[in-house]
């Protein structure tokens, strides 16, 4: 039975560090989503991983998200194609497999403004290595997901071992 613990122990550690290590990216950074943000600029500074969410930050009722099932959809801004809609003004889309995903404003008029952003996920293993020096729309930092990587294993082993007797 001691066994089925720890190895009950050890997958719960790995879930629990992996999901730490996700990030949470405001998409716009510090401006949000909003008209006057350059998203091409900020996506650009960006590395999206499976397992990061995507936060929309917004005035509820001045704007809101749909996400568009096509690249056609994007380029022309043809919102009526949307394949989901959020309206909150604090709308969080979760990244659960790699791929090209396509968002929009909803309000008239926004998307053909520039009020649209093409959001490409990479496998969490094969991500490339950031380019941005500023990590101010991402929530977590590489001091913080270093430490979560190698600190948190290392102290549950010692707990399990100090805990729980193999012999």
């Known amino acids: 039975m001691g066994h089925m613990n720890t190895i009950f122990l050890v997958l ?10 996700a990030a949470q990216h ?3 950074g510090s401006q949000g989503w909003d008209a006057s943000t350059d998203f091409n600029s900020w996506v650009s500074g960006q590395t999206f ?29 043809n919102i009526g194609s949307a394949v989901n809609s959020m309206n909150t003004g604090s709308d969080v889309v979760k990244l659960n497999k790699p791929g090209t995903r396509y ?7 926004h998307c053909g403004q520039g009020m649209k952003v093409k959001i490409t996920t990479v496998s969490a293993g094969n991500a ?4 941005s020096s500023s990590s101010s729309s991402t929530t977590t930092s590489s001091a913080a997901s270093a430490s979560l990587t190698f600190v948190f294993p290392l102290v549950l082993t010692y707990c399990i071992f100090s805990h729980f007797s193999f012999f």
Request: with cysteine; net charge neutral.
């Open 128 to 131: 490339p290595a950031s380019t």
């Open 12 to 21: 719960v550690s790995v879930f629990i560090t992996k999901e730490a290590l």
């Open 49 to 77: 991983k499976v397992g990061d969410q995507l936060a929309f930050k917004y005035t509820s009722g001045l704007h809101s998200v749909v996400e568009l099932g096509s690249e056609s959809a994007y380029k022309n801004c």
């Open 26 to 28: 405001v998409v716009g």
């Open 103 to 109: 968002f929009a404003c909803g309000t008239l008029g």
